[in-house]
């Protein structure tokens, strides 16, 4: 599929490759006053939160190191299932570190919640989320996520390492599927 086909299958954008870098570049400023003096470690949520990992990090002006969870809850469709499997665990011991998971979406809340208590149970100092998006509307458990970039309605989106089937993760947008992508 080639970068005229993904635009064509797009119903609407929702935001721009430049609103979502004025938003991480807030977050980010924000990130790095909270955490000044503290021993800071983000932790990625593989894949769709490659894109939002990179530019935030990038955002923030010191070094921080990262580390990467692969958990899987959706498969290849767009309503999540609620099982929630470890498909690649940290490589870093927490204890004691102040851990921000880093997300592209908060939808349901299932797939946060479980790993916000995974990692509080290793003893980790603090453990908060950054998630670029979040769905009000669809969440079937309250999760506290201390920064989010921006609430969405409760639409399937992709782009900005959101896929549809693995699909469109590479879009520079955040976006809805026309209808004839589902049919
Ligand atoms: O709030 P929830 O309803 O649990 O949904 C959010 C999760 O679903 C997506 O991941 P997915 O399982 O699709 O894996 P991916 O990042 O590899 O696409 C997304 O990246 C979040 O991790
Ligand atoms: O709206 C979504 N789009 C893509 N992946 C997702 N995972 C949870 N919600 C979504
Ligand atoms: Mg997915």
């Not at 880093?102 to 908060?128: C, F, P, Q, Y």
Request: aromatic residues 8%; glycine residues 8%.
């Amino acid at each position: 599929m080639d970068t005229e086909q993904m635009g064509a299958d797009l119903e609407k954008v929702l935001l721009t490759q430049e609103q979502i870098w004025e938003r991480l570049d807030e977050l980010a400023e924000q990130i790095w006053a909270d955490y000044a003096g503290k021993d800071l470690l983000l932790v990625g949520v593989l894949k769709g939160a490659v894109l939002v990992m990179a530019d935030l990090m990038r955002a923030l002006p010191g070094s921080v190191p990262m580390d990467w969870m692969a958990i899987s809850s959706y498969g290849s469709g767009t309503k999540s299932s609620g099982v929630v499997r470890i498909l690649k665990d940290l490589d870093t011991d927490i204890t004691d570190k102040h851990v921000l998971i880093v997300e592209d979406i908060v939808d349901s809340g299932l797939t946060l919640s479980w790993i916000k208590a995974n990692l509080a149970s290793r003893r980790a100092a603090s453990v908060e989320v950054c998630t670029l998006l979040r769905k009000p509307d669809a969440a079937k458990v309250e999760v506290d996520v201390k920064y989010v970039g921006f609430d969405i309605p409760n639409e399937f989106v992709v782009g900005y390492g959101l896929d549809y089937a693995e699909q469109y993760r590479n879009l520079r947008c955040v976006g809805t599927l026309a209808p004839h992508v589902y049919s």
